[in-house]
């Protein structure tokens, strides 16, 4: 019996991006922004999120990912944001299959701003589009100077970056120009954010940038 290798070539990726092509579409025709927000575990996503959203000055909710519980989703919902959560129960990023099922059963607002909070992981989530406008990288002054050397796709496709936890770069080992420089060597354009969560700095001006994203691109 002969045995026939068929080889195939479509790109595993292609069903996730034709949905994830959908919901953008979806979002966009509703006139609102959505926002991938990416970033490590105790990076500071959640408190990144209350911080800004009361400074945008537009109806906000967030979808929330997680591998398991609801604490950030108790957390902004005590906030007034409205949240739903989505739990992965192991899978390491949201897809957008899974973001179209929350977009279906959640009452998102119209005209406003949408939050995806991804699995806390500087890999996975990276990799995948799952509908989003932007997404916004968020890492931390703890963390290291070195992410961007070995992280580097979460990088290079961060519209914003976000360095979390500022207020402790006087007390911590992160080399600042290492850090830049890497950045740069990978995105050009994107703007770098020092933010601390903890007094606020840095909320206005990462709010402003979502306001003229939401204008430039017409959403």
């Not at 992410?147 to 961060?158: C, S, V």
């Not at 120009?177 to 206005?204: I, Q």
């Not at 003229?212 to 959403?219: A, D, F, N, R």
Request: aromatic share 6%; with cysteine.
């Amino acid at each position: 019996m002969e045995t026939e290798r068929i080889d195939v070539k479509q790109s595993i990726y292609d069903r996730n991006d034709e949905i994830a092509h959908g919901v953008n579409r979806e979002m966009t025709l509703r006139g609102s922004l959505m926002i991938n927000v990416m970033g490590a575990p105790g990076a500071g996503k959640t408190s990144t999120i209350r911080m800004i959203a009361g400074r945008i000055g537009l109806p906000c909710a967030v979808i929330e990912g997680d591998i398991e519980s609801d604490i950030d989703t108790q957390t902004l919902n005590a906030a007034g944001i409205s949240t739903y959560q989505i739990n992965t129960h192991g899978a390491c990023h949201l897809d957008a299959p899974t973001v179209r099922g929350a977009v279906n059963a959640f009452g998102l607002p119209e005209g406003g701003v949408v939050f995806i909070e991804n699995i806390g992981n500087l890999v996975c989530p990276a990799e995948f589009t799952i509908g989003e406008h932007a997404k916004m990288l968020i890492v931390t002054a703890t963390d290291g100077s070195d992410k961007p050397y070995k992280y580097p796709l979460a990088f290079e496709k961060a519209d914003i970056i976000v360095l979390n936890k500022a207020d402790l770069l006087p007390y911590v080992d992160f080399d600042e120009s290492f850090f830049m420089a890497g950045v740069r060597a990978l995105n050009a354009s994107a703007p770098v954010v020092k933010t601390s969560a903890r007094n606020g700095e840095g909320a206005d001006e990462i709010a402003k940038w979502i306001i003229e994203k939401k204008m430039s691109l017409g959403v």
